[in-house]
């Protein structure tokens, strides 16, 4: 099984901030790898897939770059609406997802 | 629009069997593959099972093998999750997700619903 380690866990910053989210897994998944946003009670929803593309409607200051087993989402400028839980997920051999990065108001 | 509604969801006992379901609308249902993923309370994502579009195949999580059965009726564009021999640690918010190409299954999961709540307690 393909194990995905999210690091860090909790991220304090303030709205402005430059923020970056690092996903490896266990083994390469070259780049079938996707990003979520969560925020608390609602569904998770899909920021980015195949590593780095932007998924339609979700403001550019999100982008993901890596491929192989290491994988980044940065948050360009963050906004109040970015305060949430971010997961990263392969899909190149069933799917998992790492175990989340919570992003809180420094 | 793309909608996934799950229903389903209750207290149920250790033990004890519960059928969840998820009504999709608003695209062609029988073409993309549909997968449960499950949250835990202030848990994680986990993902439980996943089906073909055409129900073919079938695919589990080592936790809810032998367990859990996946199922979908096309003609009702309607994805099911059997769950028997429910344990505590099942207790979880459990969301149907879109597998999002109707190539592969190695793809990503959009839309989701909003998820049903399964309390396994005594």
């Known amino acids: 099984d393909i194990q995905m380690t999210q690091s860090p866990s909790t991220l304090s910053a303030s709205v402005g901030d430059r923020v970056t989210i690092t996903c490896r897994a266990s083994?390469?998944?070259?780049?079938?790898l996707a990003w979520y946003q969560q925020k608390p009670g609602k569904a998770p929803k899909l920021l980015i897939y195949?590593?780095?593309t932007l998924e339609s409607g979700v403001p550019s200051r999100f982008s993901g770059s890596g491929s192989g087993t290491e994988f980044t989402l940065t948050i360009s400028s963050l906004q109040p609406d970015d305060f949430a839980t971010y997961y990263c997920?392969?899909?190149?051999?069933?799917?998992?997802f790492g175990q989340g990065t919570k992003v809180e108001i420094k | 629009e793309v909608q996934l509604l799950e229903s389903g969801g209750g207290l149920v006992q250790p033990g004890g069997s519960l059928r969840l379901s998820c009504a999709a609308s608003?695209?062609?249902?029988?073409?993309?593959?549909m997968s449960w993923v499950r949250q835990a309370p202030g848990k994680g994502l986990e993902w439980v099972s996943a089906?073909?579009?055409?129900?073919?195949?079938?695919y589990y999580a080592d936790s809810v093998k032998g367990r859990f059965t996946v199922s979908r009726d096309n003609s009702k564009n309607t994805l099911y999750l059997q769950m028997n021999s429910l344990r505590a640690e099942d207790t979880a918010v459990y969301y149907c997700?879109?597998?999002?190409?109707?190539?592969?299954?190695?793809?990503?999961?959009?839309?989701w619903g909003q998820g049903t709540l399964v309390t396994v307690s005594s």
């Open positions: 997700a879109n597998v999002a190409s109707t190539v592969t299954t190695s793809s990503w999961f959009d839309p």
């Open positions: 083994q390469s998944v070259s780049s079938r």
């Open positions: 608003g695209f062609t249902f029988s073409s993309y593959a």
């Open positions: 089906i073909t579009g055409s129900g073919g195949g079938t």
């Open positions: 195949k590593a780095s």
């Open positions: 997920q392969q899909y190149n051999s069933y799917w998992t």
